[in-house]
Structures are given as C-alpha cells and as structure tokens.
C-alpha cells in the first residue's frame, strides 16, 4: 500500500500526483518555516511509525502556522482537517488543494451534516495506510493550556478500523509566535495504539476513554499550565536556572530544554510551586527597577576575545554584502508583513495574518525580481533565488549574529547600578536559582555546559 494513502481532493486522485503534490507541500512548508523560524528543534520523531495508519493530533496555538510547521518536520505528509470557511478564501484554496486537505464543518458556522463525508474520506486514508492531522481543540488559541478536546479524532480512530493504528500527539511550541525570526519547537509524545474493533465512533464510552486520553497524552507533549502568569513565572525560573553564571550574555538555552524544565516546575508540589514563583517574582521586579536583564546579571565581567567570537565576527564581515543586497531586495514584502502585522488583533491571529502575508509577499517580489529586474539576462530566475531569498536569508542570520553581539557585550558593570544593587541582584538570583533546584529535586544545577546548547541556523 502506498504510505500516505489517497486524498479526498479531486487534484489528487492518482497515486504519482499526490506523491508530488507531498513533494511540493513539504517544499513549500520548509522554505516558509525556515523565513519565519529562527530555528525549530524537533523531539521524539521516531514516535512517529514510519508505515501504516496514523492519526496526528496536536496542539493549535499559532493558527496558520501550525499546518506549516508539522509540515516541515513531519517525516510523512499527513492529511489535515481544516476548517470549511478557510475554503472561502481565495488565496488560501489553492494551497488547499494541493496538500489534499478535508473541509471540516464546525457547529458554530453552521450544520453539520456534510461532516460524514469527512469522517468517511479520514476512514479511506486510514484503512490505506495513511496519515490524518486533526487539531482536536478545534481553534486556535492564545491560552497558555489546552481547550477542552473535541471527540472527533477519538470517532475518527475508532470509525476507521484500521489494524495498527496509532494516534501520535504533538506538541507546537513557539518563543513568540507572532513575530518572525523567533524559535519553535515540535515535541513527539507518546503515541496511543487503537485496536481495530468491532465498535466504531458511535461507541460513546471507548469514544469518552479516548479522548480523555488524548487530552492527556496532548497535555503532555503541549504546554499546559493553569494561567498565563503562571505560565510566564515558571518560563523565566527557567531560563533563569539554565543559564549559567559568567557565561556568554547572549547563549540562550533550547527551547526544549526551557520547556521541559518549566513542564517539571508545574508538575512540582505546590508549596514549592509557590516558593519558585515568589522568588521569580522579587528578582524580577529588582531587575526592572534597575533596568537591567538576567542576562547582563548572570554574564557579569569576562573576557571579550574568544575565538568563536572571532570567527562569528569575520563571518559576519564577509557576508554583509549579500546581507546589504538581501535587505534591499527584501525590503519591500518585509515593509508590507509589518504593516500587516501593526492591526490590533490577537497574537494567534497576528501569527496567521504575518505569516500568510508573508508566504505570498515574498514569492511575488522575487516573481518581480526575475520578471522585470533581470529580464534579459541568462537564467533570471537563478538569478532572482539569489538575490532574493538566498541573500534575504543571509540577511536574517547576520541581523541575528549581530544582535547576538550586542548581547554578549552586556555588563553590569556597562549599566547604571550601583555595587549594592549589584549584590542585591546576584542574591535574588541564587536563591531563585535555590528554589527551583529545590522543586526540581537535583542534586545541583542542570548538568548542561554554558553554551553548549546555541541554537544558530
């Protein structure tokens, strides 16, 4: 059987087709992902079986962004489930299209009787050996936990009675969804196996147990924490307890890391929940009345010349050029996604809203580049790629570089704070880091080197 199964959409029925049509997806997915994404880490992929029926169930916090992002790392295409009024949209139909995606009727847009065609063409690609993605809170959502779980990919499991089955949660997890450049994570939980029963989806308790368990193995893999204050006090413990003393200003820990640490605090008792979240929230109000940041704090007085800096600097210099020439032939799509990105609006629909913008700002502009700019020329598609999202990636990764040794160049002693504000900062900080050790239950501090863990594209 074929791995990915046949797709409902009619572009798509042949097999080689929708080989290609995979082909293209994952394309395009990757090229958006690595323009919007300073860096994306991926666990537990190997969850993911590499032949037979599988149902993809994640988290939904960056809206379009989302489908994007499994696309990229997913090592198969999956099937996804969208919503019906995406198809609405012109300029979000085609794409549609291409990756073979099912409208899904929603009950607040209206009936949904059409929904047993879907559950019917999900039961298809299933029983071949193919893969389906549902976001089962049903929208996307700023919330710092899940939505309550839909019992639509328990039915789709059972209804299928595909033998082997797997229903593989993951987690998206973004640093700042809504603005470019930033870090992403995707995290492979454990997969839940489906035996293939007599009962189907109308089986209302086995659909109830699922589902319960899907929230849970979801809960898991996502983020998942009582509020958003909660949320940012335990990220900044965090990042506070894995950054090390005298080291480099501008090394920042994996985002898998930061998560997985912050996942234990939450898990903690609750009385030392409390202590790390106090202690989080006198060091950083310290912080913010001296105007200085953990990482000035943490990196204290240390020698400028290292060679890596030497080498980062050189790199640097013999890329500006192309770095130059890719700010100019960007400037233009990058001008029109913040604009479109200054609307009042929420950060998840900020995300879709820039990134979208984005995906077809960019291809037009180097459409242009080679149309008009380098007609005449040999090969001036080649040489619109070059200039255009060649060089503009070049200009992202030295933008980065620099802003990265604008941190490193962070000192105490460069700030305005006087030698008791200084101890003042360095005791909060120790018990701080006291506390979360404390929670944690280690015997000493994460055993992960300062710097070891750069994410660099």
Same mark, same amino acid.
């Given at each position: 059987?074929?791995?990915?199964?046949?797709?409902?959409?009619?572009?798509?029925?042949?097999?080689?087709?929708?080989?290609?049509?995979?082909?293209?997806?994952?394309?395009?997915?990757?090229?958006?992902?690595?323009?919007?994404?300073?860096?994306?880490?991926?666990?537990?992929?190997?969850?993911?079986?590499?032949s037979g029926p599988?149902?993809?169930?994640?988290?939904?916090?960056?809206?379009?962004?989302?489908?994007?992002?499994?696309?990229?790392?997913?090592?198969?295409?999956?099937?996804?489930?969208?919503?019906?009024?995406?198809?609405?949209?012109?300029?979000? @139909?085609? $794409?549609?299209?291409?990756?073979?995606? =099912? *409208? +899904?009727?929603?009950? &607040?847009? /209206?009936?949904? %009787? !059409?929904?047993?065609?879907?559950?019917?063409?999900?039961?298809?690609?299933?029983?071949?050996?193919?893969?389906?993605?549902?976001?089962?809170?049903?929208?996307?959502?700023?919330?710092?936990?899940?939505?309550?779980?839909?019992?639509?990919?328990?039915?789709?499991?059972?209804?299928?009675?595909?033998?082997?089955?797997?229903?593989?949660?993951?987690?998206?997890?973004?640093?700042?969804?809504?603005?470019?450049?930033? @870090?992403? $994570?995707?995290?492979?939980?454990?997969? =839940? *196996? +489906?035996?293939?029963? &007599?009962? /189907?989806?109308? %089986? !209302?308790?086995?659909?109830?147990?699922?589902?319960?368990?899907?929230?849970?193995r979801l809960a898991?893999?996502?983020?998942?924490?009582?509020?958003?204050?909660?949320?940012?006090?335990?990220?900044?413990?965090?990042?506070?307890?894995?950054?090390?003393?005298?080291?480099?200003?501008?090394?920042?820990?994996?985002?898998?890391?930061?998560?997985?640490?912050?996942?234990?605090?939450?898990?903690?008792?609750?009385?030392? @929940?409390?202590?790390?979240?106090?202690?989080?929230?006198?060091?950083?109000?310290?912080?913010?009345?001296?105007?200085?940041?953990?990482?000035?704090?943490?990196?204290?007085?240390?020698?400028?010349?290292?060679?890596?800096?030497?080498?980062?600097?050189?790199?640097?210099?013999?890329?500006?050029?192309?770095?130059?020439?890719?700010?100019?032939?960007?400037?233009?799509?990058?001008?029109?996604?913040?604009?479109?990105?200054?609307?009042?609006?929420?950060?998840?629909?900020?995300?879709?809203?820039?990134?979208?913008?984005?995906?077809?700002?960019?291809?037009?502009?180097?459409?242009?580049?080679?149309?008009?700019?380098?007609?005449?020329?040999?090969?001036?598609w080649l040489w619109?790629?070059?200039?255009?999202?060649?060089?503009?990636?070049?200009?992202?990764?030295?933008?980065?570089?620099?802003?990265?040794?604008?941190?490193?160049?962070?000192?105490?002693?460069?700030?305005?704070?006087?030698?008791?504000?200084?101890?003042?900062?360095?005791?909060?900080?120790?018990?701080?880091?006291?506390?979360?050790?404390?929670?944690?239950?280690?015997?000493?501090?994460?055993?992960?080197?300062?710097?070891?863990?750069?994410?660099?594209?």
């Amino acid at each position: 059987m074929r791995e990915d199964g046949a797709r409902g959409s009619p572009l798509c029925h042949h097999p080689d087709v929708r080989a290609l049509a995979d082909r293209v997806v994952r394309l395009i997915a990757r090229a958006a992902t690595l323009g919007w994404f300073r860096s994306v880490e991926a666990t537990g992929l190997e969850r993911i079986p590499g032949s037979g029926p599988c149902l993809i169930v994640a988290n939904h916090p960056g809206g379009f962004v989302d489908p994007a992002l499994l696309a990229s790392v997913m090592p198969r295409t999956p099937m996804f489930l969208a919503m019906a009024s995406l198809w609405k949209n012109p300029l979000l @139909r085609p $794409l549609l299209a291409l990756a073979g995606a =099912i *409208p +899904v009727q929603r009950a &607040p847009d /209206g009936a949904t %009787d !059409r929904n047993v065609d879907t559950f019917a063409r999900c039961f298809d690609v299933l029983r071949d050996d193919g893969v389906v993605a549902i976001f089962p809170e049903g929208r996307a959502s700023d919330e710092p936990h899940l939505l309550p779980v839909k019992t639509g990919a328990a039915r789709i499991a059972l209804g299928a009675r595909a033998p082997g089955l797997r229903i593989v949660p993951v987690g998206l997890i973004y640093e700042s969804k809504q603005r470019a450049r930033q @870090r992403a $994570l995707v995290r492979v939980g454990e997969p =839940i *196996p +489906v035996e293939a029963e &007599p009962a /189907g989806e109308q %089986d !209302r308790e086995r659909v109830s147990r699922l589902t319960a368990e899907i929230r849970a193995r979801l809960a898991d893999a996502s983020v998942d924490y009582e509020d958003a204050a909660q949320a940012a006090d335990l990220g900044f413990a965090a990042a506070v307890y894995l950054r090390r003393t005298g080291g480099s200003a501008s090394w920042s820990p994996r985002l898998g890391d930061l998560e997985r640490t912050a996942d234990r605090l939450a898990d903690a008792p609750a009385e030392d @929940r409390a202590k790390v979240r106090a202690a989080a929230d006198g060091y950083g109000a310290a912080l913010r009345a001296n105007g200085t940041t953990d990482r000035a704090v943490a990196a204290g007085h240390r020698p400028t010349a290292r060679p890596s800096r030497i080498l980062a600097t050189l790199f640097t210099i013999l890329a500006l050029p192309f770095a130059v020439i890719g700010l100019v032939a960007n400037l233009v799509p990058a001008t029109i996604v913040h604009l479109a990105g200054r609307r009042g609006a929420a950060p998840v629909t900020l995300a879709t809203i820039k990134f979208l913008t984005g995906l077809v700002a960019f291809p037009l502009t180097w459409w242009i580049l080679a149309r008009w700019v380098f007609h005449g020329t040999s090969h001036p598609w080649l040489w619109s790629l070059a200039v255009g999202p060649i060089c503009g990636l070049v200009a992202a990764i030295v933008i980065d570089r620099l802003r990265r040794a604008r941190l490193a160049r962070l000192r105490p002693g460069r700030l305005i704070v006087p030698d008791r504000a200084a101890e003042d900062l360095l005791d909060r900080r120790a018990w701080l880091v006291e506390m979360v050790r404390a929670a944690l239950g280690d015997d000493g501090q994460a055993s992960i080197p300062a710097g070891s863990l750069d994410v660099r594209p």
